[in-house]
């Protein structure tokens, strides 16, 4: 079990993280930009368990900020999905280039 | 190398080329399945890195939650079998750059780091322990934060809501009895000039 470096964790944590930012910096589509999004706050999930168990293994509190950003990550969710189905019954388009009217 | 060691590469393989193929596929509804996979894939790590609860969690609201409500905006938002137009080359090439460059500089200061564990004893996640931990006002508690995260998901709630409300609409009696549906923002002042 403990065969297993924590730096191997650390880059599956890393290269999932930079693959979320990968997919934010080339979709223009707003529920993929959130997917992304999603991509990389579970990075820092795994992050903060990683820690927990490899170097404070008699606390808890890598797991507490793990259900916390879980919960967080719902309730985001919820609000862009809610924006999202909103812009869409006014502009008839989710990419981001369309919503410019707050531009200047 | 254990049997361990070889499920816990397996497992990061699958998550990490499921997320590079939800963030590159053109089809919405297929990034949407290959982002369902990859969840699992972390979930399961939380499996390997023996934390239950978590992972038990991470499914129900990432994968029983999220991803539907996610599927459902695709659904309601645009024809799913479509594809989306490719990112510009220009563009694919400048991010794949930084992002390559990020990862290589973050991953150099990591493997450069020596990590020293704190204590030795075993670690071992009780449902038990984290709910009392949870609840306790004492120092090391988290009461309050738990008290300001219901709080932000009530707001949240309450914020959906009335961000997703059509403009509602208000029936209006006009001279000869008859219900008049008018919509309450642009035309209020006609309406009013109607009924007097």
Known sequence: ???????????????????????????????????????????????FVAFNKYLF??????????????????AEAAITIAIIINLYRTHKSIDVEDATELKY | MSASSVIFYIISACTLVTALLAVTTP?????????????????????????EFIAAVQIIVYVGGIVVLIIFSI?????SGAKMPKPALKRALFSALAVLFGFAFTYNLISKHAFTATSTQPFAVNVSDIGEQMLNPTEYGYLLPFEVVSILLLAAMIGCIV????????????????????????????????TS
């Open chain 1, 1 to 47: 079990m403990q065969q297993i470096p924590i730096e191997h964790i650390l880059f599956v944590s890393t290269a999932l993280f930079f693959i979320g930012m990968y997919g934010l910096f080339t979709r223009r589509n707003m529920i993929t930009m959130l997917m992304s999004i999603e991509l990389i706050l579970n990075s820092v999930n795994i992050n």
């Open chain 1, 57 to 74: 293994p008699g606390k808890l509190d890598g797991i507490f900020f793990t259900i916390f950003i879980i919960t967080v990550a719902a």
């Open chain 2, 27 to 51: 089809r919405i509804f297929r990034s949407a399945i290959w982002l369902l996979f990859s969840l699992i894939g972390v979930a399961s790590l939380y499996f390997w890195m023996e934390v």
């Open chain 2, 75 to 79: 659904f309601l938002t645009q024809e």
């Open chain 2, 163 to 194: 961000i997703a409300m059509k403009s509602p609409v208000k029936k209006v009696i006009s001279e000869n009895g008859k219900g008049v549906l008018a919509p309450r923002n642009e035309h209020k002042e006609e309406v009013d000039e109607v």
